[in-house]
């Protein structure tokens, strides 16, 4: 399995920008997808976004309407959430997880490595 531990999470002002980091270790970074999740209070944990192993490619939910960018460093084994323009329904515990294999996948049973999670508040 991989470990992967989140960063970068914390209180932002509505509108505000933030950036989430999530670092692996374990598995040769390239080797696996990786994905964004969340977990809202009272709500079950919901899909975010993808990344394939290289890099190249990505898929949202639609519901993100681009204001999230997921990316990768391979090189610095390390994934990236970029969100923009945040609202307070964005409140909620991230988690970061590491894929079985190199395709990105938006199915939570087809990753097998997840992060602890880390708080993101949207509030004025």
């Known amino acids: 399995q991989v470990q992967l531990a989140e960063s970068g999470g914390g209180l932002v002002q509505p509108g505000g920008s933030l950036t989430l980091s999530c670092t692996a270790s374990g598995r040769t970074f390239n080797e696996f997808a990786m994905g964004w999740f969340r977990q809202a209070p009272g709500k079950e944990r919901e899909f975010l976004a993808t990344i394939s192993g290289s890099g190249i490619n990505t898929y949202y939910t639609p519901s993100l309407k681009g204001r999230f960018t997921i990316s990768r460093d391979n090189a610095k084994d390390t994934l990236f959430l970029h969100m923009n323009n945040l609202k307070p329904g964005d409140t909620a515990v991230y988690f970061c997880?590491?894929?079985?294999?190199?395709?990105?996948?938006?199915?939570?049973?087809?990753?097998?490595?997840w992060g602890q999670g880390i708080q993101v508040t949207v509030s004025s």
């Open positions: 997880a590491a894929a079985r294999s190199p395709a990105y996948t938006t199915f939570e049973d087809r990753y097998d490595s």
